[in-house]
């Protein structure tokens, strides 16, 4: 199967899965789940439908719980409305993104604050030796090559 035919038929059994959700299925266990991403095999064999959920531990769980004793009436509704001769089964898999991006923000939080003290502790501070090291030597010889480069430049 064509890998574009697959990736717009995830796209519709995403918005099919959203708007099942949104009206026709009333489980009170039933969160705020946001459909983020499906994925299709190649073959339209299995989808993986993405959600997350806004809200603690056990509204998440018990939204999972929601969405396994969903999965028949919303597969049933996924073959009427993409007409395939197989309807691909579904399974929801909570998405990690926001759980990921967060630990990210958390990582650049912690390495700003890591330059802000570094910058803090090089406030003042003088470079070791000499401002400009490579300033001539008073009474040392000059090389004379040096000086026959400076005169072919001229």
Do not use: C, W
């Not at 959203?18 to 299925?25: H, P, W």
């Amino acid at each position: 199967m064509d890998a574009a035919r697959a990736n717009k038929m995830a796209d519709r059994i995403a918005v099919i899965v959203a708007e099942m959700l949104e009206r026709r299925v009333k489980d009170p266990r039933l969160g705020f789940v946001t459909i983020t991403e499906a994925k299709i095999t190649n073959d339209l064999r299995e989808a993986t439908v993405f959600y997350t959920v806004y809200g603690s531990t056990q509204e998440r769980a018990e939204t999972a719980a929601a969405l396994a004793s969903a999965t028949g009436l919303i597969r049933s509704e996924v073959g009427r409305q993409t007409g395939l001769r197989h309807t691909p089964s579904l399974a929801f898999q909570p998405d990690t993104l926001p759980e990921t991006s967060q630990y990210m923000e958390d990582l650049v939080a912690r390495a700003r604050e890591a330059d802000a003290a570094l910058a803090a502790s090089r406030e003042g501070a003088l470079p070791a030796g000499d401002a400009d090291p490579y300033k001539p030597v008073a009474g040392a010889a000059q090389d004379p090559d040096a000086e026959q480069d400076a005169d072919a430049d001229v």
